[in-house]
């Protein structure tokens, strides 16, 4: 390759303006794509959220009717999967994976661009039935729950549109997850073994392994329920030999490892963080590496956990029991690393610090719901009420959201070259804290006593804390407002950056200069 | 080399993705307004669906075609050859994951669904209260008949051709990849001829089986649960079949261009790999679809 042609294809073309956006090959123009997007779509689906909460604030029906109730519990399931937490940790991915790995850009970085640019319009083609009634009250989302079993969603009257949405969404996350696994494995630093890649690339490493492996599965399922409907096949339909139960099967053959998918790269983000306010090495690196595998394989041959109620074989309730409960083991891994990692450890609770210690605290409780939930017996009491949407929201919100904005946090004054405001950013966490203990941890309550979940009305014994999760709802929800004022005003300016950022940084990618440049390693640093 | 990312090509801004996303959204969204609603009666027809197509056609064309000019102008080192191996690797293991869905289906209903549905088990209500009458079987098209009395297929006819046309194409992929390598042009576009010949062979058929199976068995699509399965199993292989011919009818005329080195021939191998996929999943098709019924 000749020196001017190098040139000619690397640095001659920098669109301005919305072109950039739409054309850019550059990994962090994406990353960036990602993260907007992801923050729009979770206005969106926390809107949503409100919605839901404001109607349940007291029994009776007082501002939407039943069936824009299910559109909203259904659409902010899908839009907070798919449309916030999945994309914002593969922008995180992109923006630093190879920042980590000392790589110029991803491995592929036109096919980047259009997983990215898929996105967009999938969110468009899940959301435009909700427009297409006569008015806005009476529109035709999807209002069959997240995880849109047959036979209910095969009556949903514009499902081609959902199936669509969801094949799009999966195409998106095949091939970003192609393009991190290429990048991860054949883009990295000379010197930089496996062994030596930080937590956060493993982490990814293995949820990209996850979601090439599940994304195709969903995309059958819903391939099924799309030919039940229109098409006559009798995939789910008892009376033409099939069953609706193997529906739930392959949508949690998916739905299993989907959850790790929004786990994983979390638990990467905070074992980067942690070693750094605690100014130590992350103890135990190995064992974290073998914790994340097995979580990832266990993932695997757990699903029918979420179908202990359907009336499967004895066999089948106690297999899937057991090995859902020896999932904790790897799950315990980590969390005594982390633990230890901090102790005796120079703390210090920059903003990063106080997201990744409260992702630790409140995923564990999360944590210790699941094994609750794991036990198929104690299951039928639990089974599909609010102790399963405490327990979900609390891996969910303060598993995976809490580790996204302490990985939005810890990297942002590598991104823009400013430091955020430390004070907005405390406050920030400590009002999402409180909003998200206050939603959420009522709901064990409500579950326990028997609330079954997706309904819009309760009898007038569970109005007290009711009353509190809305509460706390609304003060969660508007706390974001702050992170956004902060990330912009970070952008716009502030207190500028070193390159290492933070006193107990450690990697690659405090090693260039803040903001990052264009290009992250024009030459590969070497890793000793 | 050092001004460079370290030899390693990232390519320029490109309109091909976002145009690729255009035209699936048109291809997609064009295909629901075109299926009936509630009322029957759709909102779009399938115009839109065909324009999506078109663009999407328009893409593949564009898209590839500047990854084949960028290939031959040499920009391409060893490392983004092995970025490519990988993506086309973890490609094809996404689409042994889809056919996975649909042969787990088949497995869950032979196995479990339909012996429940005959009484088996504790899994009794089903059967009790709704069709009693019923007696677990395979093939079957449930307790309802749902399409109606059917024939299957049977495997020593066409499906036995299919599998030997498949398993010889094999070989042929395999003898031009040799030609290939030995810079023996002739062998390798004979090899890859004869290669596209037999899978379009293969598809032709497959095409026939079908209109044997619609006229004169009444297996169809709508035949309960074996109908569905069958059908959904030979079609998505048999449009991965047409896929991936095409690949090879593309490397076929790129190879009587003159591209292709002995050591640098990815696409060749893409194809290859892809196409040897396409017959394993067949002989699985064949053994659990046709055979073992």
Not at chain 1, 124 to 143: E, H, I, R, Y
Not at chain 1, 179 to 208: D, E, H, Y
Not at chain 1, 280 to 288: Q, T
Not at chain 2, 265 to 275: I, K, L, Q, R, S
């Amino acid at each position: 390759m000749s020196e001017t042609m190098t040139h000619d294809t690397h640095h001659d073309e920098h669109p301005s303006g919305i072109k950039r956006w739409l054309f850019t090959t550059n990994h962090k123009d994406i990353g960036t794509l990602y993260l907007w997007f992801s923050f729009i779509m979770f206005m969106l689906g926390g809107a949503m959220a409100l919605v839901i909460r404001a109607e349940l604030f007291q029994p009776g029906m007082q501002i939407v009717d039943p069936n824009f109730f299910n559109m909203m519990t259904t659409l902010h399931g899908l839009i907070m999967v798919f449309g916030a937490i999945m994309p914002a940790f593969v922008g995180l991915a992109n923006w630093q994976v190879p920042l980590m790995i000392g790589a110029p850009d991803m491995a592929l970085p036109r096919m980047n661009n259009w997983s990215f640019w898929i996105l967009p319009f999938a969110a468009t083609m899940l959301v435009a039935p909700m427009f297409m009634g006569d008015n806005f009250m009476s529109g035709q989302g999807p209002a069959f729950g997240w995880t849109f079993y047959a036979p209910l969603s095969g009556q949903y009257d514009k499902l081609a549109f959902f199936v669509f949405a969801v094949h799009l969404l999966g195409f998106s996350s095949i091939m970003g997850s192609i393009n991190i696994i290429a990048t991860i494995l054949n883009m990295r630093a000379p010197g930089m073994t496996l062994m030596k890649m930080p937590m956060f690339v493993w982490t990814w490493l293995i949820t990209a392994f996850l979601l090439i492996a599940v994304m195709p599965v969903l995309a059958g399922a819903v391939t099924m329920l799309l030919t039940d409907k229109y098409f006559g096949t009798s995939f789910f339909d008892a009376a033409g030999g099939g069953d609706p139960v193997l529906f739930q099967h392959v949508f949690w053959f998916f739905g299993h490892p989907e959850v790790y998918i929004m786990i994983l790269p979390a638990f990467g983000i905070i074992s980067e963080i942690i070693p750094t306010f605690a100014r130590k090495k992350l103890f135990g690196y190995a064992s974290m590496v073998y914790a994340v595998a097995s979580i990832a394989f266990l993932s695997f041959i757990v699903w029918a956990h979420h179908m202990f109620t359907v009336g499967m074989p004895v066999a089948g309730e106690l297999y899937f029991m057991y090995a859902t409960v020896m999932i904790a083991v790897p799950t315990a891994v980590k969390v005594f690393n982390w633990a230890t990692t901090m102790w005796r450890g120079s703390m210090t609770f920059e903003t990063p610090m106080l997201w990744a210690v409260g992702t630790v605290f409140l995923f564990t409780i999360g944590g210790f719901t699941g094994l609750m939930l794991g036990v198929a017996p104690a299951d039928f009491q639990y089974h599909d009420t609010y102790f399963v949407v405490a327990h979900f929201h609390y891996v969910l919100v303060s598993g995976a959201l809490f580790g996204i904005i302490a990985g939005v946090m810890y990297w942002l004054p590598k991104w823009t070259g400013n430091m955020y405001n430390e004070g907005l950013g405390k406050l920030h966490f400590w009002l999402t804290m409180i909003g998200m203990n206050l939603t959420f941890f009522p709901m064990h309550f409500t579950g326990l006593a028997g609330m079954p979940r997706r309904y819009s009305d309760y009898p007038l014994q569970f109005a007290e804390f009711n009353q509190i999760s809305t509460i706390g709802a609304f003060i969660f929800g508007f706390s974001q407002l702050i992170m956004l004022y902060l990330i912009i005003k970070c952008i716009k300016g502030g207190e500028k950056a070193t390159d290492e950022v933070w006193e107990g940084s450690h990697g690659l990618e405090w090693t260039l200069p803040s903001p990052a440049p264009y290009h992250s390693f024009d030459t590969a640093p070497e890793i000793k | 080399m050092s001004s460079t990312h370290g030899g390693y090509y990232v390519p320029q801004p490109s309109h091909w993705p976002i145009t690729g996303s255009i035209g699936l959204f048109l291809a997609t969204g064009g295909f629901a307004m075109a299926l009936p609603d509630k009322a029957g009666d759709p909102i779009g027809s399938l115009g839109v669906m065909y324009a999506g197509f078109a663009v999407l056609a328009v893409m593949l064309f564009g898209w590839f075609g500047t990854v084949i000019k960028e290939s031959q102008a040499g920009m391409y080192n060893d490392q983004v050859d092995r970025s490519f191996r990988m993506g086309m690797t973890w490609f094809i293991f996404s689409e042994v994951m889809f056919f996975a869905a649909f042969f787990g289906a088949l497995y869950y209903i032979r196995i479990f669904a339909d012996p429940w549905l005959g009484g088996a088990g504790n899994n009794l209500s089903t059967h009790e209260w709704l069709y009693p009458e019923y007696t677990s079987h395979w093939p079957t098209n449930g307790p309802g008949n749902v399409g109606g009395d059917f024939q299957t297929m049977g495997p020593w006819g066409i499906p036995a051709i299919n599998t030997l046309i498949l398993l010889c194409s094999g070989v042929t992929v395999t003898w031009a990849h040799w030609g290939l390598k030995k810079e023996n042009r002739g062998q390798l576009i004979l090899g890859l001829f004869a290669t596209v010949a037999l899978g379009f062979i293969f598809v032709g058929f497959q095409a026939y089986e079908y209109i044997h199976a619609y006229s004169d068995l009444n297996l169809k699509l709508n035949s309960g649960a074996y109908g569905s399965t069958f059908y959904m199993l030979t079609g998505f292989h048999g449009l991965h079949v047409t896929i991936g011919a095409i690949m090879l009818l593309v490397v076929l005329l790129r190879s009587m261009k003159g591209h292709f080195s002995e050591e640098n021939h990815f696409a060749f191998e893409a194809a290859a790999w892809y196409w040897h996929f396409v017959d394993v999943v067949w002989l699985g098709l064949f053994i659990f679809v046709y055979w073992l019924v």
